[in-house]
């Protein structure tokens, strides 16, 4: 059955709206009450710029993909409007790399969320050069939990390329219940293993875990996933397909892909501690621009 027909007009206007999200300039007019309220009862040199200003530049670097300096040049030119007071690159590259937004999701109700793993270039390296100077490639991987509903990123975990996608499925569960009651988790095949039914087991919650098609209808040590796999037999793929909703799992494959289209396919931080901040910053950025 063909879903619904997409309103081109009100999509069209969402687009626009997240042009609106991405220049707002409100911090203009509360910088100095902002400041103040930062500062009061704080110890040691005060603020100088308000969280506004530095989330709205962390949407300028990521979205755009400005180098720090000119980025610094960017400020500069925002100085004309009198209140803001233009950053050096250094301190633009600190700020950000400390900066915590949280990821800024927006629930509705209960969660069911979709569960997938990716992998991102570590550097925006040209392949020429790859090529040219036998560098590795290297990646690091990128593991979402996506609220089926809103799109958002309700959780998100960062690994290198070696750890697999289930390994950090229980935290993901874990982060995502933090902004509501995760009623079901659906998940592809890579996610079918004796650790990850007991986990939603354990805490209450439904799997929509896609198990393999030859798997044994034993227990061995897991009757959370021997139920599970009685039932798709018992069902067919078809049927059970149906009953869990595992067609909008696609969904986390959606969200992958808009997330590499809005800030490319590469981390541009060099050591790992710096690729977790920036990828925490991207997802809340991400998801501020999918609240519209």
């Known amino acids: 059955m063909k879903g619904a027909r997409r309103n081109w007009r009100e999509y069209n206007e969402k687009l626009v709206r997240r ?27 005060p603020y100088e710029y308000p969280m506004s200003y530095l989330r709205f530049l962390s949407m300028i670097y990521y979205l755009f ?3 720090y300096r000119q980025l610094e040049g960017f400020t500069r030119a925002l100085s004309s409007y009198g209140r803001v007071r233009p950053i050096d690159h250094s301190t633009i590259h600190e700020r950000l790399m400390k900066l915590d937004l949280g990821i800024n999701a927006e629930m509705d109700g209960d969660l069911i969320i979709a569960v997938d793993a990716s992998g991102i270039k570590v550097t925006n390296r040209g392949e ?16 979402f939990a996506v609220d089926i509903t809103t799109k958002n990123i309700v959780s998100f975990e960062v690994t290198d390329e070696s750890v697999g996608d289930n390994r950090k499925f ?16 659906l998940a592809d095949g890579a996610y079918d293993t004796r650790d990850d039914f ?40 078809a049927g059970w397909k149906a009953k869990k909703g595992y067609g ?32 925490g910053l991207k997802v809340f950025v991400f998801n501020t621009m999918m609240r519209v």
């Open 128 to 143: 020429w050069i790859r090529e040219q100077w036998k560098k590795r490639r290297g990646y690091v991987k990128i593991h």
């Open 170 to 185: 229980k935290e993901l569960v874990e982060h995502a219940g933090e902004w509501g009651k995760v009623r079901r988790v």
């Open 198 to 237: 007991d986990c939603l087991e354990e805490k209450g919650i439904e799997p929509g875990i896609k198990v393999r098609k030859d798997s044994s209808p034993r227990a061995r040590g897991s009757p959370a996933r021997q139920k599970a796999v009685l039932e798709f037999k018992e069902l067919g793929y």
């Open 19 to 45: 042009g609106e999200i991405l220049l707002d300039l409100d911090f203009l007019r509360s910088w100095n009450n902002e400041l103040e309220e930062m500062n009061k009862g704080k110890v040691g040199r």
């Open 65 to 67: 993909q400005l180098p």
């Open 248 to 279: 909008q799992r696609w969904i986390s494959e959606t969200v992958f892909s808009g997330f590499k289209g809005m800030f490319g396919e590469f981390a541009r931080a060099k050591a790992f501690g710096n690729m977790i901040k920036e990828i």
